[in-house]
């Protein structure tokens, strides 16, 4: 037997089987009854037996088309069930967005809320982790990634650049105060992922690059830093966004008044393709918006 299953033909003889006419299955349908009654005789001869007996106001079932016809019906029904909920995920308006757990909880989060009251229709998905993912490959409309803004074969647009802060627990024990950059290397640095800030900090104010700099517990996430701070295991350099609560509710405070702006930044990252997605448009024009009223307070 041929390998291929003739779904048209098992199509047809469904709805002739359930309408009993084919006049009445091929209006169903939208086609013409001769496409209809086509497709019964290449089943029929296909099968090499009748599935209907013919008469003139009706067709019926023969006892080999009664024994096929309610799993046949089953089967269609479920097949136009998978449709239905394909065409309702089309008709959803959803955005995917990845993003490091960190920018997550301290900037994205609290600020979700004014883009789903003005946009009650759209559901926001956020995905906090620090893996990379692969737009080509994952479902992420928009990634919110920390770099230098090069990513090679995707749109990407500056969303915002932290500033820096040096903190410290309230309870961490100093043998002298700290007046100057240079007196931060007297006490345990917490390092960035990289290990590049503190080095790049010191540099942008004077002070000459020291191995010490370099020196101590790293973090890959900078809640991860904030928290190590909180528990004072030493002094860390934060972005403002991420500390500035902390530092109203006293669990940090700021070691050196040195704000410095960081040479990394929050990029928005995306396929050409995402952008002409109306809902995505309207998460970039909100976020972007939100994103100039923070540098401008800071400012």
């Known amino acids: 037997m041929n390998p291929i299953l003739p779904l048209l033909a098992l199509r047809a003889f469904t709805e002739v089987a359930k309408h009993k ?48 016809y309610p799993a046949l019906l089953q089967a269609f029904e479920q097949i136009e069930g998978s449709m239905y909920v394909l065409e309702n995920i089309r008709k959803e308006k959803t955005i995917n ?6 920018f997550a909880a301290s900037w994205l989060v609290p600020r979700l809320g004014r883009f789903t009251q003005s946009h009650p229709e759209i559901e926001v998905h956020i995905e906090a ?31 915002i650049t932290p500033v820096l ?11 002298s105060a700290i007046e100057t950059p240079q007196d931060c290397l007297n006490y345990p640095l917490l390092q960035d992922n990289d290990r590049m800030d503190w080095s790049l ?28 701070a909180i ?7 934060v972005p403002k966004e991420y500390a500035i609560q902390e530092i109203e509710e006293g669990r ?5 008044d040195k704000p410095w702006p960081a040479r990394f930044a929050y990029y928005l990252v995306m396929l050409p393709e995402s952008i002409e997605k109306p809902e995505v448009l309207a998460f970039l024009n909100w976020i972007k918006s939100e994103a100039k009223q923070t540098e401008s307070v800071e400012s």
């Open 21 to 68: 006419s084919i006049k009445r299955a091929a209006h169903f349908l939208g086609v013409t009854s001769g496409a209809v009654s086509q497709q019964i005789r290449l089943l029929e001869e296909r099968i090499g037996m009748p599935l209907f007996v013919r008469s003139h106001h009706s067709m019926e079932l023969t006892h080999a088309g009664q024994c096929v």
């Open 165 to 175: 802060l040096p903190v410290m627990s309230p309870d961490f024990p100093i043998n």
């Open 252 to 256: 940090l405070v700021q070691v050196i």
């Open 231 to 237: 528990a004072g295991q030493g002094l860390a350099l």
């Open 201 to 228: 900090w010191l540099a942008a104010h004077g002070v000459e690059n020291s191995e010490r700099a370099k020196r101590g517990s790293a973090f890959d996430d900078d809640y991860l830093l904030i928290r190590a």
């Open 129 to 159: 982790s620090s893996t990379l993912v692969n737009l080509h490959q994952q479902r992420v409309d928009i990634a919110i990634r920390h770099g230098l803004g090069h990513y090679p074969n995707l749109v990407s647009e500056r969303l």
């Open 97 to 102: 967005i990845s993003t490091v757990p960190s």
